[in-house]
DNA sequence: TACTTCGGCGCC
DNA sequence: AAAGGGCGCCGAAGTA
């Protein structure tokens, strides 16, 4: 680690602890409430369950020893019992019960189980543990900077970086519990594709850099045979989720083809057709047909960033022939590195080192200038303001130079565009609106 | 009782 | 030819 390695660490390990003691906001009766009706959700989901007749063989195999949560018991019941034949296997060999999976099995027990699995995570992971940590309507989650493998940062008790979101469903429940301060607004700032951004500067790829924020949903819509107008949020998401970043960090088209058409059952597009359905239109719906289309989709992407992937082979053999990596902020990462992580380590700490250069300005300033708006949480691309009121245009606006332009002249190495998008709500944070800057 | 591993699942 | 990467937390099950 070189000398501005360490000091970025220093001080953004200083600026984490004003972060750690401001806390955040927490509606702690709303969470009393929340936990009550899905205690009450569970118990009705568990009658239902048990007037199927899965469930009395379920019963009868274990009888005392019964145990809804134990997917060992599960699986003996479907597998074994039941005669059913495993949709697939874990890593270590053996059946899957995970959603995705269970979901392939044709039972009337599976719909509840899922259902229950994710009511008990909402209480027994969420719920339970905001509770648990709010002192005097504040939670103050720890934020980590010497935790991780790529010089990201971590945080628990309880994870603040993992609160659900892409369920609405989830989400809604659970960020409706962080609330702003008296006249205030709860949000964040996020960087728009800072990964991608940070893989343009390492391999300076100019058609990466130019498509970095558009690449998920040009992608997705070739994917799925589709127009980019019809490509949904959730479309989008899989483009990104399913396919860029799998590709960029490694990974090819028969895994790849595999989950993204697990998952168009049951998805819609833009103009409401029936996403699975429009793939057998188009006569790509069969596994093998998809996993063709795929192979296709990929051969042109890396057709098109080339200069990435050229990019790619340089820096793996340059940790061969070296024996560590080095980041263009200054970390250093040494030991025995897979190629798929060598790919993922240039990218995933820089892009967070923005977010953390950008933190430790913003509070210096706040600081400085005796503001009454605190930052109260980073997650990974996002830094999360409870904003007064008086300070909003203030804030903002001094937030997006630093995060924008301040930091392209402290790091000459950014030779790509900086993005970011802001969302606030005086309400909660499940109610956040974009707040142009 | 304390600890580890596994599978599962939430986020970026 | 072809392992997406990085986290933290839960409960079950096995071991000491």
New binding site residues.
């Given amino acids: 680690m070189n000398k501005n390695a360490y000091k970025l660490l220093h001080e953004g390990t200083l600026a984490f602890a004003d972060m750690e003691y401001n806390g955040i906001k927490v509606d702690v009766r709303y969470c009393r409430r929340q936990k009550k009706n899905i205690n009450q959700q569970i118990e009705l989901l568990e009658l239902e369950l048990d007037r199927t007749e899965e469930m009395k063989v379920w019963r009868k195999r274990y009888k005392d020893?019964f145990?809804?949560?134990?997917?060992?018991?599960l699986?003996k019941v479907l597998f074994t019992d039941l005669k059913i034949t495993p949709p697939a296997y874990?890593?270590?060999?053996?059946?899957?019960?995970?959603?995705?999976?269970?979901n392939l099995i044709d039972s009337p027990i599976v719909e509840p189980l899922?259902k229950l699995?994710?009511l008990?995570?909402l209480n027994?992971?969420y719920l339970?543990?905001i509770m648990e940590e709010t002192v005097n309507g504040y939670i103050h989650p720890s934020f980590?900077l010497h935790?991780?493998?790529?010089f990201?940062s971590?945080?628990?008790?309880?994870?603040f970086?993992?609160?659900?979101?892409?369920?609405p469903f989830?989400?809604k429940i659970i960020r409706t519990a962080f609330i702003p301060r008296e006249n205030s607004i709860i949000g964040g700032l996020?960087y728009a594709g800072i990964e991608l951004s940070m893989a343009g500067c390492n391999s300076k790829d100019p058609l990466l850099i130019k498509d970095y924020i558009t690449i998920h949903k040009t992608q997705a819509a070739r994917c799925f045979a589709l127009k980019e107008k019809q490509v949904t949020k959730d479309i989008r998401y899989y483009g990104k989720?399913?396919f860029v970043?799998?590709q960029?960090?490694?990974?090819?088209?028969?895994?790849i083809a595999e989950n993204l058409l697990r998952i168009t059952k049951g998805m819609q597009t833009v103009d409401n057709l029936d996403l699975y359905e429009h793939l057998e239109a188009k006569g790509i719906s069969h596994p093998e047909i998809f996993q063709d289309h795929i192979?296709n989709v990929?051969t042109r992407f890396w057709e098109t960033y080339s200069v990435h992937k050229k990019w790619q082979e340089g820096w793996i053999s340059n940790y061969y022939k070296k024996g560590y990596i080095e980041m263009l902020t200054g970390f250093r990462c040494k030991g025995i590195l897979?190629?798929?992580?060598l790919?993922?380590?240039a990218n995933?700490g820089i892009a967070f080192h923005c977010l953390l250069w950008s933190i430790i300005q913003m509070n210096k300033w706040l600081k400085k200038y005796k503001m009454k708006s605190k930052l109260i949480w980073n997650?990974?691309?996002?830094m999360g303001l409870d904003i007064h009121n008086t300070e909003k245009e203030d804030v903002l606006q001094k937030a997006k130079e630093i995060m924008c332009i301040e930091i392209k002249k402290a790091w000459k190495w950014i030779i790509t565009p900086l993005e970011i998008e802001a969302e606030f709500s005086n309400k909660n944070w499940y109610e956040k609106e974009k707040v142009k800057i």
């Fill in positions: 020893d145990n809804l949560d134990s997917t060992d018991q699986k874990t890593d270590k060999g053996n059946p899957s019960v995970n959603k995705d999976n269970l899922i699995r994710q008990k995570k027994n992971t339970k543990n980590n935790t991780v493998q790529t990201r971590s945080c628990d008790r309880p994870n970086q993992n609160m659900p979101i892409r369920d989830m989400g996020d989720n399913g970043f799998p960029l960090y490694g990974s090819w088209n028969v895994p192979e990929e897979s190629k798929n992580q790919f993922n380590y995933q997650i990974h691309d996002d």
